[in-house]
């Protein structure tokens, strides 16, 4: 029989191994918890901090505050124009991939067979949200920015248009109320000095 100082070491030394798997990545609490082979170790309260590192390894954006900044434009809606309330299309906002990405699924109203897709995610590295846009048109830009007064800022640089002259865009998500968010996008030929409006939508939550 072993004694009560060996058990503890072999306990002791399961949970040196989870700590370092919880560390270096493991992200399967269903499986840790689920586990017969660990059912001595449920009740040191070791296990339930292990536990918890490993299911933010499973969702690591999921809990974070600037991960969470954009939240505001996740769900169903439809969109109008702001002045004259025309309407625009439908999009759905969705968080995918581990709650890390902002999905933007959008689709024009009427008959003109326009879409496309944003994906938004905060770039911890550059402490930055960034937004690329794709569409069936073959259409792309890339936006980068942040939360300013509530507001997502995003910018891009001056791109080269067909025309030959360069375009710097500023897109902003305004939210106007739970149940409503303003997107005003402009655009710049002079680096910003003058702008002009692209479009004005504004989102209305579906129910």
Known sequence: MRSSSC???IKDKAFEHLEKAAQNGLSQPDQLSA???LADLKSDARFAKILEEVTRNQKPCANTTENRQF???LGEWRVVTTQGETPAGDSKIELILGDCVIQEN???GGNVGYSGKSYNIYNAALKRWEQYWVDNAGGNI???GGLKDGVMDYWTDEIPQPDGKKLKRR???IKLSPDTVRQFS???NDDGKTWFVEYDFTYNRKK
Request: aromatic content about 34%; cysteine-free; hydrophobic content about 35%.
């Open 171 to 173: 897109l902003q998500f």
């Open 71 to 73: 939240d505001f434009w």
């Open 186 to 188: 402009r655009g710049s």
């Open 7 to 9: 058990r503890r070491k």
């Open 35 to 37: 586990d017969p082979d």
């Open 106 to 108: 959008w689709t024009s």
């Open 142 to 144: 890339f936006f980068y």
